[in-house]
């Protein structure tokens, strides 16, 4: 279940007292938080990674930072959530930057003659179309999208999430729906004399 920054800013005592516990490595408490937060940090790396494997290792990755940097934590701040966000997309920023390919999945081999596996292709192609458009924009852009459309952040929180200012964060994120828009004309899922709403 997805869990906004809003209730989590009214959780941040609660946050606090759990990173307490984590740096004195309780391991119970790191159980809670991998319960809270794990799927969120995969669906992210798998949002802008396209392989659930790597996904799985962001979220491995990210869980174990905070394990290891729990005696740092400052209390009062944005919360958990918050910060394995920024981990979570830095690690997957880090991951692109070193592979510079995004996986958008195999079709079927061969189509179903019934109807409903055709408009079930159908989807599935278009799917992995968006996926690919996503995949092809460029990393920040890339998760601007991910983090305000698919994660449902608010542009301060995902701004927060890229460390960017608000200003910077809507300019990156303008940009990201035009040029998404562009590739999504292109691949031929929206209609040509459509024009891109600001």
């Not at 997805?2 to 391991?27: C, K």
Request: charged share 25%; glycine share 6%; hydrophobic share 45%.
């Amino acid at each position: 279940m997805h869990r906004h920054f809003a209730s989590l800013g009214a959780d941040a005592a609660s946050d606090d007292a759990l990173m307490a516990r984590l740096a004195a490595r309780d391991p119970v408490a790191f159980r809670m938080v991998v319960d809270r937060h794990a799927l969120m940090i995969r669906r992210i790396g798998y949002r802008m990674l396209g392989d659930p494997s790597e996904a799985e290792d962001v979220a491995q990755e990210a869980l174990a930072r905070l394990w290891e940097h729990a005696g740092r934590w400052r209390p009062g701040g944005t919360g958990i959530g918050a910060w394995l966000h920024r981990v979570s997309v830095n690690a997957c920023l880090d991951r692109i930057r070193r592979r510079r390919f995004v996986s958008s999945g195999d079709l079927p081999d061969r189509a179903d003659d019934a109807p409903i596996a055709d408009a079930l292709i159908d989807a599935e192609q278009q799917r992995a179309t968006v996926a690919a458009c996503v995949g092809a924009l460029a990393d920040r852009q890339r998760a601007a999208i991910v983090l305000t459309y698919y994660e449902g952040l608010s542009n301060i929180m995902a701004a927060d999430a890229l460390d960017m200012n608000i200003k910077a964060f809507e300019s990156l994120l303008h940009r990201a729906r035009r040029t998404l828009h562009g590739s999504l004309r292109q691949a031929g899922l929206v209609d040509p004399s459509v024009r891109q709403v600001a």
